[in-house]
């Protein structure tokens, strides 16, 4: 695929097939009815193992929601309680999108083993996912979307790939524990390009 195919896959499917979505009783999560897309969560379980299959993660999905906090409708929530349920998920490899802020406030996530196949982390993916520290992307990906790790507090080391040809803007934003972002080696000039000045002091070939 192209990087600008890749871009233009949807991460959300129109009304009409979500009203033929697929309920995992054992995951309460909800599937596109060909098993492609993991389409939705409901009051999910703190571990979700994702069926072989499913290609993609769609937007939102396993963001934290209002009501997981238990505080009345209207009031204002604190940072501290802004915390999904996840804790854990496994991703079988057919996995290649993960949408728009799908992780997005999984604070208790400590770790994330990312699918072989992956080509795209949606904007916003793993955004305060304040746990998080570390992450490797796998030689597949492609694409790293506007403020994919922000405030990913935790964060201290990332391992990116060869194949990286897009990565948006405040993707490390605010990941004030970030000690070393590993790159291959003889790609310096390369990640130079798609990294902010700020983030090239914590470049180191590998």
């Known amino acids: 695929m192209t990087l600008e195919e890749i871009m233009a896959v949807p991460t959300v499917l129109p009304q009409a097939e979500l009203d033929r979505d697929v309920w995992d009783e054992d995951n309460r999560v909800n599937y596109s009815a060909d098993g492609r897309y993991l389409t939705d969560a409901e009051n999910f379980p703190e571990v979700v193992t994702v069926r072989e299959g499913c ?13 997981m906090a238990g505080r009345k409708i209207g009031e204002e929530i604190p940072l501290e309680e802004r915390s999904s349920f996840l804790e854990k998920i496994h991703m079988p ?21 990312l699918p072989t196949s992956l080509l795209k982390i949606g904007a916003s993916a793993f955004m305060d996912c304040w746990q998080l520290e570390k992450i490797s992307l796998p030689a597949t990906t492609r694409v790293i979307g506007p403020r994919a790790f922000q405030g990913c507090v935790n964060l201290y080391q990332v391992k990116l790939n ?7 803007e405040d993707a490390f934003d605010d990941c004030e524990s970030l000690e070393t972002i590993i790159i291959p080696h003889g790609m310096l000039e390369h990640f130079m390009r798609l990294l902010p000045k700020n983030l090239h002091e914590f470049l180191e070939e590998l």
């Open 55 to 67: 290609q993609v993660i769609c937007d939102d999905v396993f963001a934290f929601q209002d009501y």
């Open 93 to 113: 490899n057919s996995v290649a999108f993960i949408g728009d802020a799908a992780f997005a406030e999984c604070g208790e996530i400590l770790s994330i083993k």
């Open 162 to 168: 060869k194949a990286l040809e897009y990565i948006g």
